[in-house]
């Protein structure tokens, strides 16, 4: 079967009217760098960028002007929702063969895996309808901000289409490129995703078991911890407590460190433990946390505090509404 599909590739040779990138000398000399560095064939790669469909609405989705940061206590209910906890549950007792298989070959528990694909897609319900390559196209060539990030996508999207033997042309994600139940950067596939089912191809589309393995083998693979907690709800006190806030995600304070500025915990931690030190604005006024090292692998996913509590929370509950002991 040729690499791009017998029906792809026969679509590419047989449409006539002009495509979006046709004449463009950024993608030719992508298509240089592909042909030169990866042995592509040139006349098949231009084939492709011929189909290929500069997308304004994406443009205009990646420059609209990011909205005010939204507070906890209204973050949160965007995704603890009764709905998605008990699709949740669905999910996992579907695919609970997978999820116990997971989290005995990575160390991951069910619940945090089950959480992730909540979170990103609604367990499926909501993975993108934008051709990848159109995404990563758009943004490579007509997004300079961006451009070198998404062009080495687009690279690695054309090298795991051609080592999955997918056609690239029909492929769909997100408006930034992501893919499947997971939402996955090309990147990220190439370098984190698993064939779990064992059929030969990783498809984290539309197999689960693919899906699930992925998310897992990501998490290892960015430090999770086996049997590690993720967060330690804090209780502060004195004028001195927001200085052991931290900057940005990454640990740079230790327990004793933020015992001494006032912070302390009901749970069993080691004064030269690392975290990251945050507050969050809850229903019921401040909420100060300290994220352990599980809690950091969750934000290499989304480098996003926020992301990481909602993932954390949405795991809790769905152990508790699955009644997991």
């Known amino acids: 079967m040729p690499w791009i599909g017998a029906v792809g590739l026969l679509g590419a040779v047989q449409h006539a009217d002009a495509g979006d990138y046709d004449g463009s000398p950024q993608v030719a000399e992508f298509v240089g760098q592909m042909s030169r560095d990866y042995g592509f064939a040139s006349e098949q790669l231009m084939a492709v960028f011929h189909e290929v469909q500069r997308k304004q609405a994406i443009l205009d989705a990646i420059s609209r002007p990011a909205e005010r940061v939204k507070p906890w206590k209204d973050y949160r209910p965007m995704f603890i929702t009764d709905a998605r906890i008990a699709r949740g549950v669905d999910?996992?007792?579907?695919h609970e063969a997978?999820?116990?298989?997971?989290e005995q070959q990575y160390g991951v528990p069910a619940?945090?895996?089950?959480?992730?694909i909540g979170v990103e897609t609604f367990f499926g319900r909501n993975t993108g309808n934008y051709r990848v390559i159109d995404a990563l196209s758009t943004l490579g060539f007509d997004y300079p901000p961006r451009a070198d990030f998404f062009r080495k996508e687009l690279r690695e999207f054309l090298l795991l289409a051609r080592e999955q033997q997918l056609d690239p042309l029909t492929l769909k994600g997100?408006?930034?490129?992501?893919?499947?139940?997971?939402?996955?950067m090309p990147s990220s596939f190439r370098?984190?995703?698993?064939d779990f089912d064992g059929d030969g191809h990783i498809n984290i589309w539309t197999d689960p078991d693919d899906a699930i393995g992925s998310v897992a083998s990501y998490f290892k693979r960015h430090g999770w911890v086996t049997g590690e907690p993720?967060?330690?709800?804090?209780?502060?006190?004195?004028?001195?407590?927001?200085?052991?806030?931290?900057?940005?995600i990454e640990p740079a304070s230790t327990v004793g460190q933020l015992q001494a500025?006032?912070?302390?915990s009901h749970d069993a931690l080691r004064d030269d433990l690392p975290v990251t030190a945050f507050r969050l604005e809850g229903d019921q006024g401040p909420e100060y946390w300290m994220g352990?090292?599980?809690f950091y692998a969750i934000t290499r996913y989304n480098r996003s505090v926020m992301y990481a509590m909602a993932v954390h929370q949405l795991s809790q509950q769905l152990l508790q509404a699955k009644g997991v002991k």
């Open 91 to 94: 999910f996992w007792r579907q």
């Open 111 to 116: 619940q945090y895996i089950v959480a992730i």
């Open 261 to 264: 500025l006032g912070w302390s």
């Open 191 to 194: 370098n984190y995703a698993v």
């Open 292 to 294: 352990l090292k599980n």
């Open 174 to 184: 997100s408006y930034a490129g992501a893919m499947g139940l997971p939402q996955f």
């Open 98 to 102: 997978a999820l116990t298989r997971a």
């Open 230 to 248: 993720v967060v330690s709800r804090a209780e502060v006190d004195g004028p001195r407590v927001d200085e052991g806030l931290t900057q940005g």
